[in-house]
């Protein structure tokens, strides 16, 4: 941050910068355990909540800045790293998860519980009732639901 506005760029450009830069390495994250390239598990899901969290601190002790917005684009971690570390019986309900899980969609919610393997911290496997609801994505249309964010395209 220092570098870059000792380079005289425009607050504007430094914002887009952070912005961009967090919305791609959350988005390619997120993709990678979307994937199956990253472990599905209770322990993975609080070593990414730790992570965000250092971000948040990091991002938060220049909340004068001109950053302000960039943690934004940790929500879908967030959540992502919720649906692994949370009680899996919590899974029955399509508007429960929506409104508990606000930046994924139902797709991506489907396919981290299908992913989701039980570890020491959370040794249960996803309820039975769960993967049925899941079946058809809990009663809802998902054809306009990606699986995987796009991590070029970011929304100011």
Known sequence: LIMLKDARLPNLVIRQFFNQIIHFVSGHVLNSLLSGGEPSTASHGLHMKMSVSRLDEWLARRENSIIPSAGENLNYLRDAAN?????????????????????????????????????????????????????????????????????ISLRL
């Open 83 to 151: 649906v692994l570390v949370l009680d899996k019986s919590l899974f029955l309900d399509a508007d429960s998860i929506r409104s508990i899980f606000q930046h994924l969609n139902l797709v991506q919610v489907k396919r981290l519980l299908e992913l989701f393997q039980p570890d020491a911290i959370s040794p249960t496997p996803v309820p039975s009732a769960v993967k049925r609801m899941m079946e058809n994505h809990w009663g809802f249309p998902t054809h306009d639901m990606p699986l995987m964010v796009d991590t």
